[in-house]
């Protein structure tokens, strides 16, 4: 059974930085891809970025510049994001996701940690 589960979220002003966390476990094989989302109130997710299945990462725009991800395969795999130079706008509910390779969706979540930045 695969689950992910993402920590690191807080309060910050703007112009700060987090890290946030996520520990993926279930992964029966290597066939697995990864992401972060984030969701404004409302609003439908947002990829923040993704891996594609020939490993490169892609941002959105928004992401480029001041996020980076990294990941770590071991037993359970683990997902970070350094978020630098925090604005309001990136106010949100983070999630971690996962796919199979096979699909082009996303289809494991965990239950996401907020983010929140003040001015």
């Known amino acids: 059974q695969i689950q992910l589960l993402e920590s690191g979220g807080g309060s910050v002003q703007t112009g700060g930085s987090l890290r946030l966390s996520c520990v993926a476990s279930?992964?029966?094989?290597?066939?697995?891809?990864m992401a972060w989302y984030r969701q404004f109130p409302g609003k439908e997710r947002e990829v923040v970025v993704s891996?594609?299945?020939?490993?490169?990462?892609?941002y959105a725009d928004s992401a480029k510049d001041r996020f980076t991800v990294s990941i770590d395969y071991g037993t359970d795999w683990r997902l970070y994001l350094q978020m630098n130079s925090l604005q309001p706008d990136d106010t949100a509910m983070y999630y971690c996701?996962?796919?199979?390779?096979?699909?082009?969706?996303?289809?494991?979540w965990g239950q996401g940690t907020q983010v929140t930045v003040s001015s």
């Open positions: 996701a996962a796919r199979s390779i096979h699909t082009a969706e996303f289809t494991y």
């Open positions: 279930g992964f029966s094989h290597g066939g697995y891809r």
């Open positions: 891996y594609s299945n020939d490993g490169r990462t892609r």
